[in-house]
T-cell receptor
Framework: SAVISQKPSRDICQRGTSLTIQCQVD?????MFWYRQQPGQSLTLIAT?????????ESGFVIDKFPISRPNLTFSTLTVSNMSPEDSSIYLC???????????FGPGTRLLVL | QKEVEQDPGPLSVPEGAIVSLNCTYS??????FMWYRQYSRKGPELLMY????GNKEDGRFTAQVDKSSKYISLFIRDSQPSDSATYLC??????????FGQGTELSVKP
């Protein structure tokens, strides 16, 4: 199984600022995914990031708010821009596994926006 | 209407009880069905995986998929305090995109 790490593990930020979350995988993977898990809610896919191409965003998420980089096959970043308290959430990255359609998840980044 | 509906719980049971967790879905294109377990302050981990309909057993865990009713279940036998976690159902029609249920918080009391 893939080992995924995320930085930071948690942060408290002021509204109007931006935070970049890093996701590192211990093996090369084609697809990486970014999710948001709001308090009491399920995981919602923000975007899919493939190395060498623009990220594909889900309905309700836009690149200006959540820019994503994917510089190589083991690393990705998600930036939460111009944050508001509504952005307080857990942000998770994941990668596909050898079992079709399943994913391994990172530990998450817990973000609180004041 | 959400694509995937999951009984929200929370659910509290005594140690040794049989636990039943359920999800319903509306998209008939879903072919891949999963259960993830998420401990507090951790990321979800894959617990069970089923392709199409049928049952799958792994130790104390049994996953069932009934595509005709658009209904999936996870059964936990002889539940243990270490099973206390949030259980998330997830589904996919292919292409790598997972749709998750809301999650059921389970507490197993010693």
């Amino acid at each position: 199984s893939a080992v995924i790490s995320q930085k930071p593990s948690r942060d408290i930020c002021q509204r109007g600022t931006s935070l970049t979350i890093q996701c590192q995988v211990d093996s090369q993977v084609t697809m990486m995914f970014w999710y948001r898990q709001q308090p009491g809610q399920s995981l919602t896919l923000i975007a899919t990031a493939n190395q060498g191409s623009e990220a594909t965003y889900e309905s309700g998420f836009v690149i200006d708010k959540f820019p994503i980089s994917r510089p190589n096959l083991t690393f990705s970043t998600l930036t939460v821009s111009n944050m508001s308290p509504e952005d307080s959430s857990i942000y998770l990255c994941s990668v596909g596994s050898s079992i079709q359609e399943t994913q391994y998840f990172g530990p998450g980044t817990r973000l609180l926006v004041l | 209407q959400k694509e995937v509906e999951q009984d929200p719980g929370p659910l509290s049971v005594p140690e040794g009880a049989i636990v039943s967790l359920n999800c319903t879905y509306s998209n008939s294109a879903f072919q891949y069905f999963m259960w993830y377990r998420q401990y507090s302050r951790k990321g979800p981990e894959l617990l069970m995986y089923t392709y199409s309909s049928g049952n799958k057993e792994d130790g104390r865990f049994t996953a069932q998929v009934d595509k005709s009713s658009k209904y999936i279940s996870l059964f936990i036998r002889d539940s243990q305090p270490s099973d206390s976690a949030t259980y998330l159902c997830a589904m996919s029609g292919g292409g790598g995109k997972l749709i998750f249920g809301q999650g059921t918080e389970l507490s197993v009391k010693p």
